[in-house]
Structure formats: C-alpha cells, structure tokens
C-alpha cells in the first residue's frame, strides 16, 4: 500500500504486500487481478485491459493514496523509522498483511487458505495479461505461498531478507520482525484501527464509482 513505487521501476522488483489489496478485491477476479498487478502500471497504460481489471488498478491506487494520509500509518511507521529509515513504509505495508492474516476472523468469514488458494488459480488462468516480471515470480510466490506465510514470525522474516536481497542490501531488514515483537501490541491495536477505516473508504471509493 506504501511507497511501492520506490520498487516498482528503480529496483524491478515487487513490495510483496499484495495480501490486503486482494481481500479489498470485493472477491472479483477481474478486480483481484487488477489490484495484484497495479503497482507494475504505468500511468494510464492500462485501457486495453478489461473493464475489471481497470478497476482493480484504480482501487489499487486508491487504497494507497487513503493508506499513504491515514495519521495511524504515518504513527507505525515512525516505530520502524529510526531503524529502516525511506523503507519503513514498505515494512509497514509487508507488517499489516501479516496482521490482517492474523486478525482475519475479524473481518470476514471467508478461509483464509481457501482464499488465497483461490486468488492463486485465478491468476494461473490469467497470466497473459500479468506484467512479465510478475510472472517471473508468482510461481515461486505459490510454490513458497508467500501470502498465507505472511502470518507467521518465520515467513515474514523471509520475506524481509528477501526484500532485503532485492534492494541490494541498502538497509538491514533481517531485524524487522524483532522490531515488530517489540512494538506488536501497539502495532496490532493501530492496525485494527485503521483498517476499518480503510474498509469504509474503499466501500465509499465503490459507492462513488457505481
């Protein structure tokens, strides 16, 4: 939700927190599709594409420009700042999918797993309109199933190391996780403030569209 374009064209490379954007799909394929592949779309280079998935880009970009002002997000990020310094804000997006996975009863009654095994096949059948460099990794973001991973201490240590290897070691992000369960209370508290905000806003931003 945060600052992907700092890895979007500099590094080639993804901010991983795809988790939040695709529950915010409205279970629509079309709409998960456009949500996943949104930060790899520039500008408005996107009209030859389905209607849905237009729309899963627009809402993508939506979502990040509510999240990017919200005064909760701009508070956690400061909690991880002194140590990951213009990469916090992606820390913070990568720690919030990792705490809707473990506040996922709160928000909706849908499996978790089921979900996110759903979201996979449906990428699989539309991979011909998913940018090539996603394509190069979601096999591997199946195979490891990085999302549902997210909502453990391990996995998410992971995927900062990976993050890490991706920026090329331009700061340590081996030490996030410790950060966070330091702070996690805290963290948990603001995040289940404000992604209630964020559900409101997005089914408004929907409201608004129809």
């Known amino acids: 939700m945060l600052n992907s374009k700092i890895f979007r064209f500099q590094h080639k490379t993804i901010s991983l927190n795809f988790l939040a954007h695709i529950f915010l799909s409205d279970h629509s394929p079309e709409v998960m599709i456009g949500n996943f592949i949104a930060d790899f779309v520039r500008g408005n280079h996107y009209q030859h594409l ?9 809402l993508h970009r939506a979502i990040d420009d509510f999240t990017d002002t919200h005064e909760i997000v701009k508070k956690d990020i400061k909690i991880f700042q002194p140590y990951f310094s213009r990469y916090s804000g992606i820390v913070v997006d990568i720690v919030y999918d990792h705490l809707l996975l473990n506040n ?6 849908l499996d ?32 490891q199933n990085w999302l549902l991973n997210y909502g453990n201490f391990d996995g998410l240590a992971r995927t900062f190391v990976g993050m890490e290897s991706r920026i090329g070691g331009k700061v ?11 702070n996690y209370v805290e963290i948990e508290n603001d ?10 806003h997005v089914e408004h931003y929907r409201m608004i569209l129809n």
Not at 104 to 109: A, S
Not at 172 to 182: H, M
């Open 172 to 182: 340590d992000l081996s030490t996030a996780v410790n950060v966070l369960k330091d």
């Open 50 to 58: 389905p209607s849905g998935v237009i729309k899963g880009i627009r």
């Open 104 to 109: 996922w009863e709160k928000y909706t009654n």
């Open 191 to 200: 995040f289940n403030n404000f992604f209630p905000d964020l559900i409101d």
């Open 112 to 143: 978790k797993e089921e979900f996110i095994q759903e979201f996979y096949q449906i990428i699989d059948k539309n991979l011909s309109i998913v940018p090539e460099h996603l394509v190069e990794v979601f096999p591997k973001m199946k195979s």
